[in-house]
C-alpha cells in the first residue's frame, strides 16, 4: 500500500472572498466529470473523455491522492458549522442521513440530539485534517450515531437494532457486528470511504470492501450526491472523484 502524506492546508483567503478556490491540481482533475448510468456493474461514459484514462490500481490511487490530499483544512468546528447551516441544510432542516428524522435549526445542534457522523472513524484514523474533511462528514441522529460507533459497514443479517428508514446493527452471515445504513444512503458512504481511502492512504478491509464495491453499483450517484460534492468543492477546494465517475471503484481491485 503506497504511503501518503497528509493533506496541507491552502494559504488564508482575502477577507472579500466568502469561499475557498479549488487548487489548480484539483480543479484539473475535477474536468471533465462523466457521470455514471445503466445497471448492475456497468458504467457508462457521457461522452467526454475518461478522467484518469489507462490507470489502475496503485497507479489509479496515487493519481486520485495527487487529485485530491492538497485542500484547505477547514478545522472542526467549522466544518460542523458548514454541515449545518449551509451544506446539509435545506429549508431550515437538516436530515439525518440514517433515520431520515429531520431538525429545524440554524446553528450547530447539541450533540446529544444530532451528531456529525465521521463515515470513516475517529478511532481508525479520521484525525488532523482528515476529522474535518466534509466528503465523508454527514449528519446523524445521535442515538444512530451511537449505535453505528466505529463498526464497519456490512450487511446484517441478525438485527440488533433497527431504524424506520431501514438502518440496521447486527451481525452479518460471517458472525461480524456491522453497520447498514439505509438503501438510499449505502452508495454514498461506499464513495466517502473510497475518496478516504485514497486521500489519507487509509486500506479498507476485505470483507467491508466487497460489500461497499456492491453498494457502489446499487445505489448510484444522484443529483443531490452530484449537488454536495460541488458545495464542498468550494469550501475546501477538492472533489469526491467517486462521485464524479463511480466507476473509478471498479479499477481498484484493493483499496
Keep these: 500500500m503506497l504511503v501518503r502524506s497528509n493533506a496541507a492546508a491552502v494559504r488564508p483567503l482575502p477577507a472579500t472572498q466568502t469561499t475557498p478556490a479549488a487548487p489548480a491540481e484539483a480543479r484539473r482533475a475535477a474536468s471533465p ?25 496503485k497507479a489509479l490511487i496515487q493519481a486520485l491522492h495527487d487529485a485530491t490530499a492538497k485542500h484547505k483544512d477547514l ?9 449545518f447551516t449551509a ?25 446529544s440530539d444530532m451528531n456529525t457522523e465521521h463515515t470513516w472513524p475517529q478511532s481508525k484514523g479520521a484525525t488532523g485534517a482528515a476529522k474535518s474533511d466534509l ?3 454527514f449528519p ?21 437494532w433497527s431504524s424506520p428508514s431501514g438502518a440496521k446493527l447486527g451481525t452479518d452471515a460471517e458472525g461480524r457486528t456491522v453497520f447498514e445504513p439505509p438503501p438510499e ?11 478516504f481511502s485514497t486521500t489519507y492512504g487509509k486500506q479498507i478491509p476485505a470483507a467491508e470492501e466487497a460489500v461497499l464495491k456492491k453498494w457502489n453499483v446499487q445505489d448510484k450517484v444522484d443529483a443531490a450526491e452530484l449537488t454536495r460534492n460541488g458545495a464542498i468543492e468550494k469550501y475546501q477546494g477538492n ?8 466507476s473509478l471503484a471498479q479499477r481498484i481491485s484493493d483499496f
Excluded: M, W
Design 87 to 111: 451544506l446539509d441544510n435545506h429549508e431550515g432542516k437538516v436530515k439525518c442521513v440514517y433515520t431520515g428524522r429531520e431538525l429545524k435549526t440554524n446553528k450547530i445542534p447539541n450533540s
Design 33 to 57: 466529470t462523466p457521470r455514471p448510468v445503466g445497471g448492475g456493474d456497468v458504467f457508462e461514459p457521457s461522452g467526454q473523455p475518461p478522467r484518469f484514462e489507462g490507470l489502475s490500481d
Design 140 to 160: 446523524t441522529d445521535s442515538k444512530a450515531n451511537s449505535q453505528r460507533s466505529s463498526y464497519p459497514f456490512g450487511e446484517v443479517q441478525k438485527v440488533k
Design 135 to 137: 466528503h465523508h462528514l
Design 239 to 246: 472533489r469526491n472523484p467517486f462521485v464524479d465517475d463511480a
Design 75 to 83: 478545522g472542526y468546528n467549522q466544518a460542523r458549522k458548514i454541515i
Design 185 to 195: 444512503h449505502k452508495g454514498n458512504v461506499a464513495r466517502a470511504l473510497f475518496y
